[in-house]
């Protein structure tokens, strides 16, 4: 790739410390050129400019605007908010890169569970297919199935294609926004039972994605199931919240229904997609998916996964509330 071939990094313009902001400072650094595909010109373009960004201002569901930020790019970086419209962005852009020829890399952000929807699995028997996926295929939220449908369409679309199948983040909403309330008062207020899981950084999901647009080639037509270090339960990360905020705090086990509508129900009335989104993962969780973990970050890094002490170390809402 010349170095004068902007790569292309959409969701470039979410908080400070997000994946595709961090990509954008990481690549920067390297000596890339950045292009970041922002939804407004605000003071968060602004800041990627200071970094050293081309910004791009349009709207990923426009095709006009997909195609201009396209132009010279070869290596692309796709993220979205939760949206109803993400499967429609995800082709949008496939369109493009595919019309216009030249792409060295698609680095498709995805979720943990992709890695065993499988087809297969998800036409099997119905008895098999519960024990597998925990349900049918109507029980997962449409930010999943969106998910599932945009790996199909980018195999389809025949650019070369990487997928990051993340696990559940640290910085997940659930435990760093919905659960800030009772952290305040010393309590970690979660649905998930006795349920261990492997949280992952948002920080090494960013590098991944970065060293992989660095270097395609050894990485085409990979999919990669990340996980961090380790499977840890709720009384688990009751703990690093402790360690992080410096006072005792106690993980109390809620109901799921209760907690949803408790915390998801009304905090998130307004954004029905994303309420149903996370009301979908809190039922997975509580009932023990995500419980495995895997070593293939730190193969394709070379170091351990960060911590999940070390995500809630580094967040900025759990620093302000530390610092209350």
């Known amino acids: 790739m010349s170095k004068r071939n902007p790569i292309l990094i959409t969701g470039a313009a979410g908080e400070i410390g997000g994946v595709s902001r961090t990509m954008v400072d990481m690549l920067l650094e390297q000596g890339h050129p950045v292009r970041a595909f922002v939804r407004r010109d605000d003071e968060r373009a602004h800041s990627l400019r200071q970094a050293g960004a081309e910004v791009f201002v349009g709207d990923l569901l426009t095709i006009a605007d997909v195609t201009a930020a396209l132009k010279g790019v070869r290596r692309i970086y796709f993220s979205m908010s939760l949206s109803p419209y993400y499967t429609d962005a995800v082709s949008l852009m496939a369109a493009a890169a595919r019309a216009q020829g030249g792409i060295e890399v698609f680095v498709n952000i995805s979720e943990y569970e992709q890695s065993f929807m499988t087809f297969d699995h998800m036409t099997a028997p119905e008895e098999e297919r519960r024990a597998r996926l925990g349900g049918l295929v109507a029980d997962w939220s449409p930010q999943q199935r969106a998910h599932w449908v945009a790996e199909q369409v980018l195999e389809w679309s025949g650019i070369p294609t990487v997928n990051i199948q993340a696990a559940f983040f640290v910085e997940n909403p659930i435990m760093t926004w919905l659960a800030l309330g009772s952290l305040a008062d010393g309590e970690l207020r979660l ?53 992080v905020l410096g006072r005792p705090v106690t993980y109390v086990p809620e109901d799921i229904e209760t907690w949803n509508k408790v915390y998801v129900d009304t905090h998130m009335s307004a954004y029905p997609h994303i309420a149903e989104h996370l009301k979908t993962l809190t039922r997975i969780i509580g009932r023990g998916g995500y419980g495995g973990k895997t070593d293939e970050l730190e193969t394709l890094l070379g170091r351990p996964a960060k911590t999940a002490r070390w995500a809630l170390e580094n967040h900025p809402r759990i620093q302000k509330l530390a610092a209350a």
């Open 191 to 243: 649905p998930f039972g006795d349920h261990r899981l492997a949280p992952i950084a948002g920080y090494d999901v960013a590098e991944v994605c970065a060293k992989i647009l660095a270097d395609p080639e050894p990485h085409i037509s990979r999919s990669y199931a990340l996980t961090g270090p380790e499977l840890k339960d709720m009384h688990a990360i009751a703990e690093d919240f402790a360690a």
